[in-house]
């Protein structure tokens, strides 16, 4: 599986931004999702969906902010990030795995096998 992220891009504090990421082939049973990295931090889990059902999850920093939306039809998984924060600032993956993974796994980086190059928010303030 390929994955495409897109979408980042320089925006100011207090807007709105989807990036999305397009997959080479439907993942009818798996799992996608996305997380972050800060220059010189570890990357972080952002939030996942699954492929069958849409069930969501978020890490405790993404709730409220962050929506996480997937179109089955065209393989794609977005994720809308509003009241832009300068500390949002970061390089976004999108990542995919076929199977399933279970409920305590989804925020581990080793549960997605399927990885896509990443794209950069910068949040200006």
């Known amino acids: 599986v390929q994955l495409q992220a897109s979408g980042g891009g320089l925006v100011q504090a207090g807007d709105s931004v989807r990036l999305s990421c397009a997959a080479s082939e439907r993942l009818s049973s798996g799992t996608m999702g996305w997380f972050r990295q800060v220059p010189g931090k570890d990357r972080e889990f952002v939030a996942a969906i699954r492929s069958r059902g849409g069930t969501t999850f978020y890490a405790d920093s993404a709730k409220g902010r962050f929506t996480i939306s997937r179109d089955a039809a065209k393989n794609m998984m977005y994720l809308r990030i509003d009241s832009l924060k300068a500390e949002d600032t970061a390089v976004y993956f999108c990542?995919?795995?076929?199977?399933?993974?279970?409920?305590?796994?989804?925020?581990?980086?080793?549960?997605?096998?399927?990885w896509g190059q990443g794209t950069l928010v910068t949040v200006s303030s």
């Open positions: 990542a995919a795995n076929r199977g399933h993974i279970i409920n305590t796994a989804v925020t581990l980086q080793t549960s997605f096998h399927y």
